[in-house]
């Protein structure tokens, strides 16, 4: 058993220079699982008992959580005996994270800590014990995380269990404050000089831009394009601003949005000679390949809603392009939100 112990804590040690972490600064984690005993049977009647408890926790880098762990075994019964006792652990643990912040998040435990026998019987005494282990965190949302935890639990007395854990996170704070920092721009101090008037300069005729694309009239070769469009050096449009956002996980168009695909669905039936690519994309929490899925079914959600509004299908087509095209920081909530949208490429016929 010291061999295993051994073995583990080393493979910890020599894991902690490859370890990048989630953001969140502290957590707090409910517990539920099974106690196996090993080589107890001296001690204890079963062999296997519920334990429950829960956990609280502070990131101190960024991929080290520190824990305080509590834990309750009730009716523990002895063997060859009437009687029964509770069991209470409380420790201290550290977590190692292992791998960016996506939704699979492994991680390395050990601690130490104190076991409480309510009632000792057969040599079964309180005392130290040392636990190491391996865990796994699931982000089922932003703040709200599944964990698994197996660990080999070593009693100073001489006694082993292997306890397995299953439980619910509710994570909060951000540990470092992602937000880029801004230089300070000091304005530069002129000195004025005084100069005689200018005469008057000759009357121009003014280039102007009427349309408001950004293009001067003379060289829009698109006039009167409406609002909310993004056109090329003629003055023509090559993409709409559809603004539409998706909720984490999801592809339905929020009621909030539909009036923005209705709008675009009136210009497609106004301006026949352009046709849409309905463009999907997703934030970076999650595997790849998942969410170029999600990506393609946010791009067909909008593109089938345009059909519904009477847009001839044939006018209309979705592409997903995942999580490759991020126009936010991922690592901030605010970020993610505004990387789960759909776009719009026009494509004049």
Wanted: hydrophobic share 35%; aromatic share 10%.
């Amino acid at each position: 058993m010291n061999k295993i112990t051994t073995g583990i804590l080393l493979s910890s040690v020599c894991s902690i220079a490859l370890l990048a972490g989630a953001n969140n600064k502290y957590e707090i984690t409910p517990k539920v699982g099974i106690d196996i005993h090993q080589d107890n049977h001296e001690y204890y009647k079963d062999r296997e008992e519920l334990v429950y408890g829960i956990s609280a926790g502070k990131r101190v880098f960024d991929n080290t959580i520190f824990e305080l762990e509590y834990q309750k075994e009730r009716g523990v019964k002895y063997s060859n005996s009437i009687y029964e006792t509770d069991r209470d652990r409380v420790g201290v643990n550290a977590l190692f994270e292992h791998s960016e912040y996506k939704k699979i998040v492994p991680y390395i435990i050990a601690g130490v800590g104190y076991e409480w026998i309510d009632n000792e019987r057969n040599e079964l005494e309180s005392g130290k014990y040392l636990n190491v282990g391996l865990g796994v965190r699931y982000a089922l949302q932003d703040n709200f995380h599944l964990k698994l935890e197996a660990k080999e639990v070593l009693n100073e007395n001489g006694r082993a269990d292997f306890v397995a854990l299953l439980g619910l996170t509710f994570a909060f704070g951000e540990y470092r404050d992602l937000t880029p920092i801004e230089p300070e721009i000091k304005p530069i101090k002129k000195e004025v000089i005084e100069l005689p008037p200018a005469p008057p300069a000759p009357i121009e005729v003014v280039d102007i831009d009427s349309d408001g694309d950004g293009v001067l009239d003379s060289k829009d070769l698109c006039p009167n394009t409406p609002k909310k469009f993004k056109v090329d050096s003629d003055g023509c449009p090559e993409r709409y601003n559809l603004l539409v956002h998706f909720d984490f996980d999801k592809s339905v168009i929020k009621n909030e949005f539909k009036e923005n695909v209705e709008d675009f669905a009136k210009f497609l039936s106004e301006y026949t000679i352009y046709d849409a690519v309905i463009e999907g994309h997703t934030d970076w929490i999650g595997d790849e390949k998942y969410n170029q899925k999600l990506s393609v079914e946010r791009a067909d959600s909008v593109k089938n809603y345009l059909i519904d509004l009477g847009v001839d299908d044939s006018r209309v087509s979705s592409k997903g392009y995942g999580e490759s095209m991020p126009i936010a920081d991922n690592q901030t909530s605010e970020g993610r939100y505004q990387n789960r949208r759909v776009e719009v490429q026009i494509i004049k016929k």
